[in-house]
């Protein structure tokens, strides 16, 4: 069974940094896309930024030129720097990993709380 872990969550103030990690059990090379998710209380769980196995990425409007998506094959790990953040960003952050075959794998989320 694959396991994706995410660590690095936590709180910070306003306008502070965190680094997310996702460490999974599986070459994330073989993955079609990886990728950072967010749900806030009450609200749709909501993409953060992907990043391809070409290494192409997206990000959500919300965050871009904040946020950045990275990865480290050899670790198989992906990261998610997330600078200036915002009251707002407050949410749990999901890793996921979508495979070529149509499925997916959700970890377990990190909680991520900023104050103002």
């Known amino acids: 069974q694959v396991q994706l872990v995410e660590s690095g969550g936590g709180m910070v103030q306003a306008g502070g940094s965190l680094r997310l990690s996702c460490a999974a059990s599986i070459n994330i090379f073989s993955v079609n896309v990886m990728g950072w998710y967010r749900q806030a209380p009450g609200k749709q769980r909501e993409l953060v930024a992907t990043?391809?196995?070409?290494?192409?990425?997206n990000y959500a409007d919300s965050v871009k030129g904040r946020f950045t998506i990275s990865r480290d094959i050899a670790k198989n790990t992906v990261y998610l720097q997330m600078n200036s953040l915002k009251p707002e960003d407050t949410a749990v952050y999901y890793c996921?990993?979508?495979?070529?075959?149509?499925?997916?794998?959700w970890g377990q989320g990190t909680q991520v709380t900023v104050s103002s």
């Open positions: 996921k990993a979508d495979y070529y075959s149509g499925d997916y794998e």
């Open positions: 990043m391809t196995r070409g290494g192409s990425t």
